[in-house]
């Protein structure tokens, strides 16, 4: 369906800052909650830190204003870009940080850092954060913002595991034993009393084989939380995969 005119002078008034897109303060709430729709089928969603929308997947060198000219002249919500990874969505980062116990100063990991979307998070809340990124491109990206203590560009599951962070976050493989594979090697880096908190497919605990039982053991022994990403409750609460399909998520937090 083709968006409204209403719609795209909207768009053609909002301010584009990088990845970041801001509208009007006095757009008609109507209008903006079809410009809501616009956004989010075409991969943005709402920061509440930034009271802006957020392409996570332009991040943080990318421009957003370009997206937006597209939707404007096609008249279409457009699909995601894809450059590779599907990135953690701004308002599920920012719900993950709200969730965790971390404050300033806390020494927190980022491994298989994508854009570092998770990790930009918790660096604008203080925390010392380290990265690990296997595309030299991207973790040449993460370097650049400063906003990492270290970025180390390798396979996270090669790094020799050193205990000695207050939290991991992460948003592992979305394929449920590669999530599994990435959660329990990311575990052995947490210091005693640290926090990994993950974004991954729902009911991940039931995962079949070794490395699954491993982590339901792990989860027994150690205790954990789920917190369910429901469209109900948080219209962001999905993944949209590089061909524009909606991937169901939750959050999982496990201890040591």
Partial sequence: MQIANAVRRELELAACEGPRVRLREDADPAVAEKVHKVLRRSGASWSRRH??????????????????????????????????????PQSIAELLWDTLPPQKGSLVLEPSAGHGALAA?????????????IDSHRAAEITRTGLARHVGNADFLTVPARPEYDAVVMYPPHRRDLAVK????AHRFLRPGGVLAALV?????????????????????VGYYRQDLDEDDDPDGYLLSPTGLRVRAELLFIYT
Avoid at 54 to 83: E, H, K, M
Avoid at 121 to 133: F, K, L, Q, T
């Fill in 51 to 88: 009271q802006c929308y957020v392409f996570a997947d332009l991040y943080p060198f990318g421009d957003a204003a370009w997206l937006i000219s597209q939707i404007i002249t096609r008249r279409y919500a457009v699909n995601r870009p894809d450059r590779g990874v599907v990135s953690c």
């Fill in 182 to 185: 990435h959660i329990l090697h």
């Fill in 201 to 221: 497919s729902p009911n991940i605990e039931h995962a079949a084989g070794a490395r699954g039982q491993e982590l339901r053991d792990l989860l027994n022994r």
């Fill in 121 to 133: 998070e918790g660096a604008a809340r203080g925390c010392v954060m380290d990265c690990y990124e």
